[in-house]
Structures are given as C-alpha cells and as structure tokens.
C-alpha cells in the first residue's frame, strides 16, 4: 500500500516543520502550504491528499475558507490544528465538516495518533451495506443516500450514522457516542455530539428524523420514524 498524503497548511514555518518531521516519522508522505491558497492549490494539484491538517488563521484565504471549499467538493478528512481555543472556534469547524479540532500547545505524538485514527476509520474495514427508513450507507465506497437522493457527510458525520444504524432503537448517551465515534481519549465538549447530529439531520433530509433525541440521555435511531420515507 503507497503511503498516505498529508497535506499540512500553517502560516507559521516553525509549527509547520515541526508537524511534518512528526508526519514523515511515522511514515507518512507530506505536502506543505504556508497559506489558505497554496493549501487550495495544493489541494486541487491532481493528486488529493488522503487527510489534511489545517489552521484556522493564514494569509490570502483562512481554514474556514479553505475548510468550506473542500466540503464543497470531498470528504477528505480535516483536523483544525489552531490557536483559537473558544468553543464557539471548536463548533464553527465542526459545523463546516471538520472531523477533528486541535488546539495549540498540542502533543505532535498524540496528533500523528489522531491521524492514524481519522485514516483507518476514513478506510474502513467493512464493505457491508447498511440499510434501514430510507437511508443507505455503502462503507465500502464511503457513501450515503437518504430517500433516494446523494448525502455529502464528513467523516465524522458518516461513522455517527452508521453506529446509530448498527444500533437501531438502542438509546446510547454521548459519551458512548463519544467512546465509540472517536476512538481515542477525547479532550472537549460533549456537546460537540449535539453539533454533529444537528448537522446530520439536516444533511438527512425527511430521513433525518430518525435520529431521535433521548432527553438527558442522548439519541437513538429510531427506523420506524422514518417508515414514510420512500
């Protein structure tokens, strides 16, 4: 298997350098850009990267900027890697399909294992198809219809899908959502749940409400919601 690509986009040389010496040690091929527009180049170069690394505040186009226009067009993987550590930061980048949020000071261990998590996860193992109220998942070929129609989901979104599909009618609280969707130690907000499956809802269309909430709980999925959906 070639290695993975990892595009790396920071204003600042040093912290740049030090991410991809990290990156390249565990064995991972790095591209770099020192602002929102060469990491859109870059992007856009003809070879896609297989995860990107994105900072919030650049030059020329910021992260969101840069964020916004890759959702427009994949599912890439995209962890903020950012100064800006207010909640309202963390849940504009979930809101525009980051899959993960770093804030600086950071350990470059724990970010290369975040990395490897997003990857393997973004992968899958399984080529098993997914079907229940309107709603199919290929993960296999990474994709998702609801009531016929295309759903653009980010990582992130995708895997919270399918564990509520893998789980119907189950109530399961967020830290369970937590435990499972983002397999390492996670450090923030619970809430980050409500955002994501906010966001999902909305992505589902009329199949969005068989994310039921659980009040004081969490959610669950909940087929029979959408047994009206053709």
Known sequence: MSKARILVADDEARMRRLVCDYLVRADYEVVQAGDGEEALKAYFSGQEPDLVILDVMMPKADGWEVLRTIRENARTPVIMLTARAAESDELTGFDLGADDYVTKPFSPRLLVARVEALLRRHRGASGDILEAAGIAIDRSAHTVKAAGEDVLLSVKEFELLAFFMENPGIALSRETIL???????????????????????????PCGDTIRTVWGMGYKFDPASGEGVS
Do not use: C, F, P
């Not at 435990?179 to 269309?205: P, Q």
């Open 179 to 205: 435990n499972h969707v983002w397999n390492y130690d996670y450090v923030g907000d619970a809430r980050t749940i409500d955002t994501h499956v906010k966001k999902l809802r909305s992505k589902l269309g």
